[in-house]
């Protein structure tokens, strides 16, 4: 009795393999440093208020309440969202981790309180890849439009 083998068919595996290269080759980091949100990776992956760089810039969130109210409820809303867990929580940082519809990709979500300015400043990045179609950007808009729902931050200027 002779066994057979499935073929692979190495053309049709291609791509996937270059998507899993590229992906293994992407930076990840979060976290504050020098007081500062990290800096976006080059790849158009990721939104910060913190960029000088247009297709990373976002508007940071302006709010509307004494600081530290807001960061409860800012805090609380970011718990509500769908498929998202917070990792590391402080009085000023928040990360946490938003799992896509698939559970394929982890995204990282990042504020941290700019008490004496009145203001939160945002970052949202991919983990892999290169292009996120600007799934980012939508995020930050939501929260966003969220928090000014609740009359935390200033809604989004046109």
Known sequence: MQHHR?????????????????????????????????????????????????DHAVAPL????????????????????????????????????????WRVYTDDLELLLRREAGRLEVRSSARLGYYDFEVNRERVEALRARLAEQGIVRPATP
Do not use: F, N
Request: proline share 10%.
């Open 62 to 101: 302006a709010l509307t309440r004494p600081a530290d109210r807001a960061w409860a409820a800012i805090t609380e809303t970011v718990r509500q969202m769908p498929r998202t867990t917070i990792k590391t929580i402080s009085d000023r940082y928040l990360h946490a981790e938003v799992v896509s519809p």
């Open 6 to 54: 499935p073929k692979i068919h190495w053309l049709a595996l291609a791509p996937l393999l270059m998507l899993t290269g590229c992906a293994a080759l992407s930076e990840h980091s979060t976290g504050v440093i020098d007081g500062a949100l990290t800096p976006c990776p080059p790849a158009p992956r990721c939104v910060s208020s913190q960029s000088d760089q247009a």
